[in-house]
């Protein structure tokens, strides 16, 4: 289905401390397959959070609309789930009961039999079978993420949104969970969106990297098309001939984005700072 996920001129603004308007997203507009996985990277500050959380109807837009699966987003629902970088499980909870939490609800029209089938599947597809009744205190970051994603994706949501879900983790780690999450996705047929500040995993996951431009009213500055098949594995098409030349385009934007930055700070006046 095209046009899965519109983004129609997306505008963000909060009042600044002197009464202007400090201005984070302006006239952002993309749209999204049914399907796709898409990235968007950018440096620190140019909104890439602020717009997934307009997605996840987590915060209000300024101006514009976003629509998913042609219903307007309003509020937070489950056929959109977030994975957040801080896994957000309850401590005292068993990676089970973490996930027993979104099935339950979600779901509670299901027999209880039915429901733990779910639960169990989905810890099962992310490797924690038998780390099931573990607490997250027992579990390493990346088993915590695993129940995050697992959570996240039992209850069969029409769109995935990943806030940097991989930025904690330590490297070997990261490689196997993006590995998983790719499987997954395209098992599933998610349509996901993803922020990440890695343009080695943007490159891995995308079927687009979508690259915003510098706040204040940050806006898409460039979408670069990622042409390999999937499944990928890293190491294939890091050496196909394409590969270097889209990393050297990602790697080149976000340069320039760092220039720009870099003088945009020195024109500051003395006593002064930016807001």
Known sequence: MDNFVQIHSINKEYPAPNGEKNIILQDINLEIRQGDFISLIGHSGCGKSTLLNIIAGMEKPSGGYVEVDATRVKRPGVERMMVFQNYSLLPWLSAWDNVALAVDKVLSHKPKAERDRII??????????????????QLSGGMKQRVALARALAIKPKLLLLDEPFGALDALTRKSLQTELMDICNLAHITTIMVTHDVDEALLLSDRVVMLNNGPAATIGQILD?????SRILSDIVDHPLYHD?????LNFLHHQQQAQYKAVARIPVGKTST
């Open 246 to 250: 889209l990393r050297h385009e990602l």
């Open 226 to 230: 990622v042409p390999f098949g999937r």
């Open 120 to 137: 169990a599947t989905h810890l099962e597809m992310v490797g924690l079978k038998d780390a099931a009744h573990k607490k997250p205190g």
